[in-house]
């Protein structure tokens, strides 16, 4: 794997070496999560904690935490905004959850299965206000300017993905696009804040931008390939979400632009018509097996990877810069 080139050939990539190397600030992270969380509106916390809890590696703001050491940051603003990309991390998933009508998110029911899609919007919309209210509590424009952009920009990623939903039309471009806007937007910014808070010059701003950019998009990437993979349920997920809920992803981009007319009719019945039989989603898994449509998007997802690497050339080498390649490495490894 090009992408795990800078490892030993018996490691296996992992994120320890950077949660090791940010974990002291990610307690800090975590504490102002838990403070900026309360309200006296019980239901808040409540439901705001449940998908929090129900999270995952904290990536995102670990992200913000290494850029900020990778540029010798030794101030403590940092905390607070990685804690500030968390939440519009979390209020964008209460947002998808209600939009995809899901039940499940990590195998734990969803806020909106439990609490109701009201709820689960307008807890959304708080935690999009707390993260504003750190943003300003920091008091640059440059960072309000950074994380408002990317809060745009991923609502409108999520709105271009409801229009290509079920559309087997769509093109490749067009499905990339919707992944740099709601996935690799935050990983940029989130990358972004690091040199900045450091008064770091744009140059090397520009490059951690670049680097969250492509893991963002070769970490999506990976997680649709998933989607139609034996390896999504050692993982502990569902298989076929995407297909029963007619999203239209890379490899089914490849898949339908590589099938003949039959083909073709089965994935308009199935995606754009929704009209699915218990038999589909095997028979779906075999055609992207049949037209390489999954190692096509894994081969997509390391030539991102490998940007990634690229944009961390002006660094110099250090267990920082190591911890960021083997979160690289360890993105792609997932599929494996």
């Not at 002291?24 to 509106?41: G, K, Q």
């Not at 471009?173 to 709601?182: A, G, Q, T």
């Not at 073709?264 to 055609?287: S, V």
Request: aromatic letters at 6%; glycine letters at 6%; proline letters at 4%.
């Amino acid at each position: 794997m090009a992408v795990a080139a800078n490892l030993p050939s018996d490691e296996t990539p992992s994120l320890e070496p950077l949660i090791r190397l940010v974990g002291d600030d990610l307690s800090r992270v975590n504490a102002r999560i838990i403070e900026y969380m309360h309200s006296p509106v019980a239901l808040i916390p409540q439901l705001a904690g449940h998908i929090v809890a129900a999270g995952g590696k904290r990536l995102r703001p670990m992200l913000t935490l290494a850029a900020a050491r990778l540029c010798d940051y030794d101030g403590d603003r940092h905390v607070s905004l990685a804690a500030c990309v968390e939440f519009i991390h979390t209020a964008t998933l209460l947002h998808d959850d209600v939009v995809d009508e899901s039940d499940l998110r990590r195998g734990i029911a969803t806020a909106n299965a439990v609490w109701g899609n009201k709820a689960s919007v307008l807890v959304g919309d708080f935690l999009f206000s707390r993260a504003f209210q750190l943003m300003v509590a920091d008091g640059s424009l440059e960072v309000l300017r950074i994380l408002s952009h990317a809060s745009a920009v991923i609502a409108e990623g999520e709105v271009l993905q409801l229009v290509t939903s079920n559309d087997t039309g769509t093109t490749e471009e067009s499905y990339l696009e919707v992944i740099r806007s709601k996935t690799a937007q935050l990983f940029a910014a989130a990358c972004r804040i690091g040199p900045v808070v450091a008064g770091r010059p744009a140059e090397e701003a520009d490059a951690l931008e670049a680097f969250g950019l492509n893991l963002g998009i070769a970490f999506q990437l990976v997680d649709d390939m998933l989607d139609y993979s034996a390896r999504q349920a050692e993982l502990g997920k569902t298989v076929g979400d995407d297909f029963r809920d007619g999203k239209i992803t890379l490899p089914i981009v490849l898949a339908f632009a590589r099938g003949d007319d039959e083909e073709k009719a089965f994935w308009r019945r199935t995606l754009e018509d929704q009209q699915q039989e218990p038999d589909d989603l095997a028979h779906a898994q075999m055609l992207l097996r049949r037209h390489g449509a999954l190692e096509a998007t894994m081969e997509r997802a390391r030539e991102y990877g490998a940007r990634a690497l690229e944009s961390l050339a002006p660094f110099p080498a250090g267990p920082v810069r190591r911890a960021l390649d083997e979160v690289v490495a360890f993105c792609i490894a997932r599929a494996f």
